[in-house]
């Protein structure tokens, strides 16, 4: 069993529609949640980064981290066309040193 | 545009052969992880250095070694390469070797043939 298990989709939604990306884990001592977005084979790019559980917002993005349950989320609204790419999860114990990612999700938002 | 720079771009191959990949970290990280991103696959961790020195090592094979020199630019050396390590490597910097935020460089891309 992988650490971090992430649905690859694809995941294609009209634009305007509410998109919700998900991840679950196995490790309890993960504390740190972030997510990327990579687009078409590019560098990643951080987009949200939270600590231990709870929601953080920012514009049209929310990350929710739900410790009890191992699973974390990442909900877009009012998708773009422009938010087409893949969308990583990625996880961190407090004292550790590695990135633990999930293998992404590919979202395409249709005009 | 993260501030983390890699060069090639590009880098094409034959089998048998060694490149070496060179990353440097945005102004003020000093810690610089590696790693590999195959065709549907996630990012696979490679190694971690900080200040010059190795802080963590994942799943990387005996041919490949990186380093960080005083400058904090890192070199990932590949060698005896096989069709299999066609790839995309990306380099990503933080600020301390058990800092969170991450950024990451726009990668090289490896093909071997």
């Known amino acids: 069993q992988k650490e971090v298990e992430q649905d690859p989709g694809p995941l294609s939604v009209p634009e305007g529609a509410i998109v919700s990306l998900n991840c679950t884990y196995s490790?309890?001592?993960?504390?740190?949640f972030m997510w990327y977005r990579q687009y078409s084979r590019k560098g990643p790019e951080l987009l949200m980064y939270?600590?231990?559980?709870g929601n953080k917002e920012d514009g049209r993005f929310t990350a929710q981290v739900d410790k009890s349950s191992k699973y974390i989320s990442l909900f877009i609204r009012d998708s773009q066309p422009s938010d087409s790419a893949t969308y990583l999860c990625a996880m961190k114990e407090r004292a550790g040193n590695q990135f633990y990612f999930g293998t992404g999700t590919s979202l395409t938002v249709i005009p | 545009d993260s501030g983390v720079t890699q060069t090639p771009k590009h880098l094409i191959t034959a089998t048998g052969q060694r490149v070496t990949l060179r990353c440097s970290p945005r102004s003020g990280d000093l810690s610089v992880y590696w790693y590999q991103q195959s065709l549907d696959q996630g990012l696979q961790f490679l190694i971690q250095?900080?200040?010059?020195?190795?802080?963590a090592k994942g799943n990387i094979l005996e041919r490949f070694s990186a380093q960080q020199f005083p400058d904090l630019h890192s070199e990932l050396n590949l060698s005896s390469l096989e069709l299999g390590d066609s790839a995309l490597y990306f380099c990503?910097?933080?600020?301390?070797?058990?800092?969170?935020?991450?950024?990451f460089g726009p990668g090289t891309r490896l093909t071997v043939l």
């Open positions: 939270t600590y231990s559980s």
């Open positions: 490790n309890s001592a993960f504390q740190y």
């Open positions: 250095y900080y200040n010059g020195e190795e802080r």
């Open positions: 990503a910097s933080t600020q301390s070797p058990g800092g969170n935020e991450q950024f």
